[in-house]
């Protein structure tokens, strides 16, 4: 095994960084801080957390939709709409509270695309 030693590897080439190397230890654990000290009122950071992850993975999922088969699936934005009021919220509310409201709008949503999968009829002409 070649062990790279500086910046350049083996024939020049640029050794790539651990995951460990480029992660921003300032704000390590702050899903931590949330399981230990449920109670206490939810931080800015602690609300880009438990708001900012399942918002930006909506708009991913609506975006990725849209670009594969050309349909925007308006449920994952009034969702981000639900996620984005809840941050009124994080300013007299603890993390915990928070966390469930967040966990309620994704749930909803997961409930509503099963219902709308098991009520679409099939196409005509499909077996």
Do not use: C, Q
Request: overall charge positive.
């Amino acid at each position: 095994m070649v062990a790279f030693v500086g910046p350049a590897g083996p024939l020049g080439l640029l050794r790539l960084p651990h995951p460990d190397d480029r992660r921003d230890h300032r704000d390590r654990g702050r899903h931590e801080e949330l399981i230990a000290h449920p109670l206490d009122p939810a931080t800015v950071e602690t609300t880009a957390l438990i708001l900012g992850g399942p918002a930006l993975y909506l708009a991913g999922n609506a975006l990725f939709n849209w670009s594969i088969w050309e349909y925007m699936p308006w449920s994952r934005i009034v969702a981000i709409g639900a996620l984005a009021a809840l941050v009124p919220v994080a300013l007299v509310a603890s993390g915990l509270v928070l966390a469930v409201w967040a966990t309620a709008v994704v749930v909803a949503l997961a409930a509503r695309d099963r219902y709308a999968a098991r009520t679409r009829r099939p196409a005509h002409g499909s077996s």
